[in-house]
């Protein structure tokens, strides 16, 4: 079952669709984080600003310096260690869309310790988006059935994975880093 739905999410991320999916942090919506129109379609179905930007999942650490133009030793050090899920700010993103970049030209990058993620990113060989589940300004939803109908119909692809659990997972812990090394936490 795991193949069948990572081979459906898939082939909605390669026709630039917007899925919803469970991820190590709580359910988002994905997108390729490469494609504008993909992202652009995220920010409607959430009525979120256009200028807000993603979180971007990674499978490993060794795709960081694809989308990033420095990457402090740090950065390794703090995702290997990190207990629970951990997004990384880094400043100068490169070889993502546009409106996923912030306006400062940072990006959030957490490296999915999630068997489904890693699997759909690997085979899709591009980073994919990630945020939350729910309406802008809207509680973020713990799990699968907390999840408006609202966003469900919005999406082109709901993944059958996972749905069933009842486990609330919180969002990540978010770091940023300065291209120095230096670090400061914006979530804990």
Not at 31 to 43: H, L
Request: hydrophobic share 40%; with cysteine; aromatic share 8%.
């Amino acid at each position: 079952m795991l193949r069948t739905e990572i081979e459906k999410a898939l082939a909605v991320l390669k026709d630039g669709g917007v899925i919803l999916y469970p991820t190590d942090t709580v359910w988002g919506l994905g997108c390729d984080a490469t494609n504008e129109q993909a992202a652009a379609k995220i920010n409607a179905i959430k009525g979120r600003a256009e200028d807000k930007s993603f979180i971007v999942l990674l499978d490993t650490d060794a795709k960081i310096q694809s989308y990033v133009t420095e990457v402090p030793d740090v950065a390794y050090d703090l995702i290997e260690y990190a207990e629970n899920p951990l997004t990384l700010v880094f400043p100068g993103a490169k070889n993502l869309a546009k409106n996923v970049i912030n306006a400062d030209g940072s990006v959030g990058i957490r490296i999915a310790r999630h068997e489904f993620c890693q699997q759909l990113i690997q085979r899709f060989r591009k980073p994919i988006t990630s945020t939350s589940a729910n309406v802008s300004g809207a509680a973020t939803p713990g799990f699968f059935d907390e999840i408006s109908e609202e966003i469900k119909v919005a999406v082109d692809y709901v993944v059958d994975w996972e749905q069933e659990l009842k486990i609330s997972k919180k969002p990540s812990t978010i770091m940023k880093l300065a291209p120095g090394g230096q670090f400061s936490f914006i979530r804990r």
